[in-house]
Structure formats: structure tokens, C-alpha cells
């Protein structure tokens, strides 16, 4: 068998930042302080798994009772909102802010526009963590749509910025642009969109027609590594979603090329992993 890697895959700069705070905040731990992610760090369940096997707790939601001035938070790739990070510097704990410097863009402008009089509209999944984290910073001035079809139903103010999830469909954002566009012409459109999902869509691209099946490998959890294997549904008849060597199908291990890629949140190990398993034929 032979196997094709994407030139372009795995950690993006802000997973592999947040990652690297947490292996610091570990190796650097000599006071015994209990170690938290607020929510799960990245959504890739290896990783996380190592952690917790470390120490790292995650914490759930807003449930502060087992954070004092003892404690180290770790605040994860897609970042918090205002009301939460503000609860967590009451605690009196260590906060590692992680927030992938992206996402701070994005934070910032809602708030500094906010501030001036203007509307976001914020494209994304709402229930995203990003989503949630970015609408805090808007101060109550915050529409989020998901979707072209949900722009159309908009009535825009004449004060409008349209800013993007860093992980959304460029495909739906451009829709969505032009919608929003014809309702108001005036309206302040920022490309938040992180270029590395452009760039690993881009590579997964190049691979059509040189592979007998992709797989594609990421935590089943994370927006860009579906969007990753909703691409390579369309040039490949053979796909797989992938989280471990185990998930590999039995008829990928018959075929004679397999190209893989990965999602933002796929650490190197994981890759190295599933490749090692498609050439031995071991899970």
C-alpha cells in the first residue's frame, strides 16, 4: 500500500498554541496547583485523553466550585466570554489566556464597533464556543446567523459589520455576503476566516484522483475536520472520518493508494498513528 499526505494538515497555529500552554503550565507545575481547561481544550479526544491522564480537569460550563487562588485556568483555542473570564479573576486562580489570537481579533472588533452604535452580525454556528465567546463581546448587539438562507430573513440597521467564525464555509460567507451587501450596501464586511481551513481545504483538493480512498482524521467533535470530510466526499467515492487507528475500515486496508489529511485540531502522533496502521495493517 501506498500512502499520500496532504501538504497541508494537522495543528493550526492557535490549536497547537493552546496545546503548548497546557504542556507548559503541566512541566512548570511544582506547587502541586490543580490544573483546569475551561471547556474542552481542542476538540480532539487523543489529546484530551493524554491530558486528563496527566491531571487536567475540564471544566464544565461555568462551575467554578473547585477553583481558588490555588488553581491554574486554561482558556482554550475558541476563547470565553467577557461575564466568565471576569467570574475567574474573582477566583483569585492563574488564568492562562490560550484564546487563539484570531479569535482576539474578532473579540476586539465586536467590542470597539459595539461600542460605536453598530449591529454584528456574526456568521457561525451559534452554538460554538467561538460564537459564543466573540457574541459576549458585542454587549447585547450581537445577531448570529448560520447560514445564506438565514441572511435573507435579516432586516440590517443602517450601522452593520459582518464578521465571520474562523472555521465557517468561505462558500456560505461569500453568500452571505452578497445578501447582506443588496440589503445594505454601507455594511462593514471583515474576512475573519482563518486561512488555515482554506489551506487545508486547498490540499485536500489536490489530492483528487491520485487516491483510491481519504481518509480524514480529526475528533468527530470538530467543525473544520467535518467540513474536511464533506470536501472529500466530493472528489473521492471512498471516504473515512477517522478519530484512531481502530476506526480505520477494513476495505482501506485492500486498497492500493490512501491519502490522508486532518483537521486543525489533529496532533502529529495521531497522524503518524493512523499511517503506520494503514502500512502494517495493526490498529
Known amino acids: 500500500m501506498k500512502t499520500i499526505r496532504a501538504s497541508v494538515l494537522g495543528f ?16 512548570e507545575n511544582t506547587d502541586s496547583r490543580q490544573i483546569f481547561t475551561l471547556g474542552p481544550l ?17 471544566l464544565a460550563g ?10 491554574t485556568v486554561i482558556i482554550r483555542a475558541h476563547g470565553t ?6 467570574r475567574l479573576e474573582r477566583t483569585g486562580a ?11 481579533v474578532s473579540q476586539k472588533r465586536a467590542f470597539d464597533y459595539s461600542s460605536m452604535g453598530y449591529t454584528i452580525v456574526l456568521a457561525g454556528d451559534r452554538n460554538h464556543g467561538e460564537v459564543v465567546s466573540i457574541s459576549s463581546f458585542a454587549e447585547g448587539n450581537c445577531l448570529i446567523i448560520e447560514s445564506a438562507l438565514e441572511a435573507m430573513e435579516l432586516d440590517l440597521p443602517e450601522k452593520t ?15 452571505i455576503q452578497v445578501i447582506l451587501r443588496e440589503k445594505n450596501p454601507d455594511i ?82 495521531v497522524i503518524e498513528e493512523i499511517e503506520k496502521s494503514l502500512m502494517t495493517g495493526k490498529n
Open 12 to 27: 493550526c497555529m492557535g490549536v497547537r498554541r493552546a496545546v503548548d500552554a497546557a504542556e507548559k503550565a503541566l512541566a
Open 188 to 269: 462593514v464586511v471583515f474576512n475573519s476566516i482563518c486561512s488555515a481551513t482554506k489551506e487545508r481545504q486547498n490540499a485536500l483538493r489536490e489530492l483528487g484522483g491520485k487516491a483510491d480512498g481519504i481518509i480524514v482524521a480529526g475528533g468527530s467533535s470538530s467543525a473544520n475536520t467535518r467540513r474536511l470530510y464533506e470536501t472529500a466526499c466530493t472528489i473521492c467515492t471512498r471516504c473515512a472520518f477517522v478519530e484512531k487507528p481502530s476506526d480505520i475500515p477494513e476495505e482501506f486496508r485492500n486498497l492500493e493508494t490512501v491519502a490522508i489529511t486532518a483537521g486543525a485540531s489533529t496532533p502529529d502522533s
Open 42 to 58: 481542542i476538540h480532539n479526544p487523543v489529546v484530551m485523553d493524554s491530558l486528563e491522564k496527566r491531571g487536567v480537569m475540564v
Open 62 to 71: 461555568d462551575d467554578f466550585g473547585l477553583v481558588d487562588s490555588n488553581s
Open 94 to 104: 492563574q488564568v492562562i489566556n490560550a484564546t487563539c489570537p484570531r479569535v482576539v
Open 161 to 175: 459589520v459582518l464578521m465571520a467564525q474562523t472555521t465557517f464555509s468561505m462558500e456560505e460567507y461569500e453568500k
Open 81 to 86: 466570554t467577557r461575564e466568565i473570564l471576569a
